[in-house]
C-alpha cells in the first residue's frame, strides 16, 4: 500500500516563500511522475506542477510559472515544490499526485494522493 504525504504548508505573507514536500512510503514512485494540484476555498481543483519520472521535463500552470519550482530527488523519494514570490491568490490546499507513467499529461490517471497541505498567503 502506498501513501502519499505532504509538508511544509503554512501561513506566509504576500511575497514571501514556502518549500513543499511530498513524499511516498510503501513503494516508490521514481519511475513516475508527479504532480501538485491545489484547491482553493469554493474553487474546483487546479493543476500548479509536474515533473516527469528523471525530472528533467517540468510542467507549471501560467499562474505560478516564473514563481514556483518543482523538483525531485528519487534517491529520497521526494519531490518538491518551490514556492516564491507567494500571492494571497496561492492560498490553497496543495495535494501531491502520483501518475500514471513515467511523464505528465493531462489524460495520465492518478494512482495516489495524498490528503494536501494547507497553504495561506496573508498580511
Known amino acids: 500500500q502506498v501513501q502519499v504525504a505532504e509538508s511544509g504548508g503554512g501561513l506566509v505573507q504576500p511575497g514571501n516563500s514556502l518549500t513543499l514536500s511530498c513524499t511516498a512510503s510503501?513503494?516508490?514512485?521514481?519511475?513516475?511522475?508527479v504532480a501538485w494540484y491545489r484547491q482553493a476555498p469554493g474553487k474546483e481543483r487546479e493543476f500548479v506542477a509536474a515533473?516527469?519520472?528523471?525530472?528533467?521535463?517540468?510542467y507549471y500552470a501560467d499562474s505560478v510559472r516564473g514563481r514556483f519550482t518543482i523538483s525531485r530527488h528519487n534517491a529520497n523519494n521526494t519531490v518538491n515544490l518551490q514556492m516564491d514570490t507567494l500571492e494571497p491568490e496561492d492560498t490553497a490546499i496543495y495535494s501531491c499526485?502520483?501518475?500514471?507513467?513515467?511523464?505528465?499529461?493531462?489524460?495520465?490517471?492518478?494512482?495516489?494522493w495524498g490528503k494536501g497541505t494547507l497553504v495561506t498567503v496573508t498580511s
Open positions: 499526485a502520483v501518475h500514471y507513467g513515467g511523464d505528465w499529461s493531462r489524460s495520465a490517471p492518478v494512482l495516489h
Open positions: 515533473i516527469n519520472w528523471v525530472g528533467i521535463r517540468a
Open positions: 510503501g513503494r516508490t514512485f521514481k519511475n513516475n511522475a
